[in-house]
């Protein structure tokens, strides 16, 4: 069984930076592909980003291409989103997920394991 637990989320001003976080437990994390979505108020959850064991990545919206930034440490096994430049519009509970693979994919059915959320607050 694998666990996810998100931490790092919070009220921040917009133009702030933020780290969210997700420590894996329970199952091998460097074998595969993890990834971070997002669901907004009102809204569907989207795909922000995903990266490979190796470090290889993709982003969702281009509205968050340039100032998020997904990371791994497979030693610790913690994924991270780095968000920089926030907006209002990023509000939002940020999940983290594992893939089924280790490729990358932007879909909601390639993921088989999700965490809680961690909440993400961004005031103008």
């Known amino acids: 069984q694998v666990q996810l637990v998100e931490s790092g989320g919070g009220l921040v001003q917009a133009g702030d930076s933020l780290r969210v976080s997700c420590a894996a437990s329970?199952?091998?994390?460097?074998?595969?592909?993890m990834g971070w979505f997002r669901q907004a108020p009102g809204k569907e959850r989207e795909f922000v980003a995903a990266?490979?064991?190796?470090?290889?990545?993709?982003y969702g919206p281009d509205s968050v291409k340039g100032r998020f930034t997904i990371s791994r440490d497979n030693a610790k096994n913690m994924l991270y989103l780095q968000m920089d430049s926030l907006k209002p519009e990023d509000t939002a509970v940020y999940y983290c997920?594992?893939?089924?693979?280790?490729?990358?994919?932007?879909?909601?059915?390639?993921?088989?394991?999700w965490g809680q959320g961690t909440q993400v607050t961004v005031s103008s």
């Open positions: 997920a594992r893939s089924r693979w280790e490729f990358l994919s932007a879909t909601e059915e390639s993921y088989d394991y």
């Open positions: 990266i490979t064991w190796a470090g290889g990545s993709t």
């Open positions: 329970g199952d091998t994390f460097s074998s595969y592909a």
